[in-house]
């Protein structure tokens, strides 16, 4: 068997082994590699920015579980700080049954940071199940969806809820989610209440939204840990994200080089096989 | 107390890893563990968050979302009924009555079905038929739109003559076939730049031709009715060109989220049981 | 709270502005420059009111637009926001309804009761002086039927279903319709001879959608062809299923499917399984299934999500002859890249129609494919329309709400 | 009888939501409201029907004490202990037992096999990316731009190039244009085939889901 047999049937733990390696050195040397912004991120941060401060709040449904954590957490984290910094009020729930946790852990963490206060400067609704039920009836009045927040306060003894009763005293919407809730949010807010709606995705997912974002069903986009290195950018808040990044260099190169090799091999091959180089195959 | 559970946490992630070595008893231990523990979980959500307060409360607590309703109102039978036909699911446990929950079965998909179709035509097709068009037409000078627009019609008629006459990029030899399909690609890309550096009002509709070249192409090649031959063969070869490059550049653009999971399982093994790093 | 204080602030901000403004320019003769405003701003025009139709219509919205003040933005610049009243009778006395901001040109009554002939009046404000009220009416709220912003849906639906029942009675009549052949069909039959070959079951996974999900039903349908073929060369067909009432469903099908063949005692109802709701729990089984168990035939048809690379990544390490069918644009790029074969969005549906053969399914193909030239058809005369004149008719009739 | 009345429930039900879309009418959007709760409570209700299918093919497989029927012990006896907490002591209340075993076995077990995608995607790439025909050609090279240009690195590489060859915007380009039309195609032809079955469900064609073709 030439090398280059060798190479091509090599046992795929190897490759296991290599990508094992590849994400763990940057968590002990990181490369602190800078990060570009995209247009889809610049312009979800442009519509948060645009937020008045202290007026008619920004909505954002945590819908992640567990599973797409490492993705979409940065990105919570990201917006709450830029909101925090900014004094916009948040109003914070979630669509996911297992997202309770999370959602509340990320506006917690985030408010721990700042000097905000609760029922003034940002609000936990909570979880209730039904995903659309829950979109279209917000659209009418939140209070129908959510008569009190998590804790069990009423909403309107939350000063930041007064005034605040559907879709037409929220400027923006922003959902983050590893599952379809994202699509939900255009499907039910902004088709029905032209609510303007922003997101924030797994890397997969973005391929999916980005007939929305063309559509202009929705006014940003973010993709991915990637999408939320940028808004760290933005903010100037580096974490999770933009550390992340550095793994993600390094793997994606390895797997550019790997099919680099696998494919100088498999014409090594072919040629030792069929001399003319010809065939279609 | 946390430290015992994060290492249980951590032992299990290590045993799903142990996988990618070969199967062995950690890995079938952990896969079966996490069957029973997610069966027992889903039992108990369903039942505490569904089938409690919107079935068995009402109809035999007589108390819905903590309001108390009454016996044999409306709010009562719109809780008995789907709670009946959950129950007809059960008939299957009686062979002699199975085919009774069917009714709830018919009830579940018919609605669905129903609830379905009118939302995909509205966002799949017409909302996106309508991008589409406004995109490719909504730029400021019509007449730049529809030199492009002809423009375009000239480089799809050519990419068609090359894939349905020059069947094969006129050559046989795969690697010169590569090669031409690389140059032809570069060449476009190098024309659209240029043309970017003259107009950007040609580049916006240029560059959104190849959405209508690719939408064309793609849904030829998903027409069933005539053979793939002639000018639908172009077509769909045109369109299966868009989805190779759809499916590498969504290949690609995917692996960033799943290097992210690796990185969030090992920041957990290294940061939050070893205390590794900070 | 914070939206009133805004809006008051806003407001102060507006009029300071104004005072200045006059004070620096206009009028050279008011020499005190700090003086009251005792000008009015300019009326609203074109005001309407009309019955508004959302989801969950109860007729007690009216939705009220208008053009903005000449002074709003332009002119004096004064206008700070918009008075709305509202009379049951052209000679009643006017109720103040409520306050539009400056800028705003539209205003939802969501407090109508059904059926009464309402008048409305708005009027722009400076601060100090109401500008003369514009009226408008009679308008009543009514409960609608029909919501008529989705007329483009329905039209183009309806069109759809009748091309669709068109083509199925000429089926049913026995004209010929051509359906090509669908690359990959032929491999299902090949991966399935190939197991019984071997002596090795074949492995059915429907996906991880529930029933509700059109996928899944394309699938049992597969299923049920898949399921004759086993049944016929007496290979084992394991279905692992993600979903209870899918795993009910399949259950019956592949029953029913033995029974058609007349292998009624081949069924073993333990190959049915139900592993789990939870994705990656369901992952994880079935790769055991697949390692342990040695399927050599591995079928993915259906809804996937994430798990599909975990799957074909673990059938192909041991060895399965690998056929996939999705919609879920996501995740065909991996089925494409690790099966032999992949079915692909609208061939996923296609396939259960074809397997079939009955002209029934095949009428819906066919009406799909004009569905297709139609939309193309559409799509082409929209940009010819939209260069001429963006602002047609046309174009916006497709914008649906 | 058997099955004719499950296809005119299928048809009553399917038409009164299809025609929810269009109808406005508050009693019959807050009917169909009504009727999508029915569908969860269906769909909630099924589980028992999957955890018996469940201990049934477990425990065949331990009284056969066929191959493996030791880790059948643990999946049943761990639902059980699952499902044994989860009444009385509290479900998804922060501290409960029930918590605690979802947060530290359910969780990282899932998002650890999750995260196996991360090595799987790697050697799919290295086998099934080869210049094998042209269209590969085209699946490779998408594939190669897209993976640097997504990473800081390929930003790095191409920083002091021209704008347009610059991979991140090349990047946004394949997305935005050649990638997007391809699965605005699928997106729509897949669209028609789910409207299709959808009516051919309605109107009782469609019926393998019931059981059979008779």
Known sequence: ?281 | MTFIWTTIGALLTLSIYSFLYKDNPFYKFAEHLVVGVSAGYYLVIYYFNFIHPNVFSPVFLLRMGGEPIGFGSFLWWMALIPGLLGILLYARFFPKFAWVGRWALGVYVGGYAGLGISPVMQARVIEQLRANAVSVAGVEDPFAAMTNLALGVVIFAAMTYLLIVKRNLGTKNLLAKIGVLLVSAVMGYAGWWVLSLISSTGVVSLTNILLVVGLLGTLSYFFFSMKHKGLLGGLARVGIAFLMVGFGASFGYTVMSRVSLLIGRVSFLLHDWLHLID | MTMKLLRSLTFLAVVSLAVCACAQDARPDSSAAMSLDTVPPAPITCLEARDYVDNSDAGDKIHITWSLSADDGGGMSDVASYQLWRSEGAEAGWDSLGVAAAGQTSYLDETAEPGVDYYYGVAAFDGVNYSEQTSFGPVAGRTNFFQKTRVSVLVLMLVFFGMVLVFTKLAERGADLFVRRIPGLNAIEEAVGRATEMGRPVLYVPGIGEIDNIMTIASLTILSHVAKITARYETPLIVPTARAVVMSAAEEVVKEAYAAVGKPDGYNPDNIRYLSDAQFAFAGAVNGIMLREKPAANLYMGAFWAESLLLAETGFEAGAIQVAGTAMVSQLPFFVTACDFTLMGEELYAASAYLSREPKLLGGLKGSDWMKVLSITIMATGVIIYLLNPDNAFVAWFSSQ | MRREIPLAITFLIGIFMLVDFFVPHHVVSSSAEEMKQWGTIIIAASILLGVGNLIRVHFHKIRRRREGWGYSITTLAIMAIMFAFGGPWGTIEEGSAFNWMFLNMQVPLQSTMFSLLAFFIASAAYRAFRLRSAEASLLLIAAIIVMLGRVPLGQLMTRSWPEAVQLPNMTEVIMAYPNMAAFRGILMGAALGVMAMGLRIILGIERSYLGGEK
């Open chain 1, 1 to 281: 068997m030439s090398w280059a047999e060798k190479v091509l049937k090599v046992d795929r733990r190897w490759i296991f082994l290599a990508i094992g390696i590849a994400v763990t050195i940057p968590f002990f040397l990181p490369l602190g590699l800078p990060v570009i912004t995209t247009p889809p991120v610049q312009s979800l941060y442009d519509a948060v920015d645009e937020l008045e401060p202290n007026a008619a709040p920004l909505l954002l449904s945590i819908d992640y579980a567990p599973a797409t954590l490492p993705e979409l957490e940065p990105m919570s984290m990201a917006i709450l700080r830029h909101c925090f910094e900014k004094d916009v009020d948040v109003v914070v729930m979630t669509l996911h049954p297992a997202g309770y946790g999370l959602a509340e852990r990320a506006v917690l963490n985030a408010a721990e940071e700042y000097d905000v206060t609760y029922g003034e400067d940002f609000a936990f609704l909570g979880f209730q199940p039904g995903v659309s039920a829950v979109i279209l009836g917000m659209g009418i009045n939140i209070r129908n969806v959510f008569p009190e927040d998590a804790y069990g306060t009423p909403l309107d003894e939350l000063p930041l809820m007064q005034g605040v009763r559907n879709y037409d005293d929220i400027p923006l919407v922003i959902s983050l989610a590893g599952w379809s809730a994202a699509e939900a949010w255009v499907y039910f807010a902004y088709q029905p209440y032209r609510q303007t709606v922003g997101a924030g995705v797994t890397a997969v997912m973005a391929t999916d939204f980005y007939p929305y974002l063309n559509a202009g069903q929705l006014v940003g986009l973010l993709g991915g840990m990637r999408g939320a290195a940028e808004y760290e950018g933005l903010v100037q808040h580096p974490d999770q994200g933009t550390r992340g990044m550095d793994s993600q260099s390094v793997i994606h190169l390895l797997i550019i080089v790997l099919i680099a090799i696998g494919n100088t091999a498999y014409f090594m091959a072919r040629r030792a096989k069929a001399p003319s180089g010809g065939g279609v195959s």
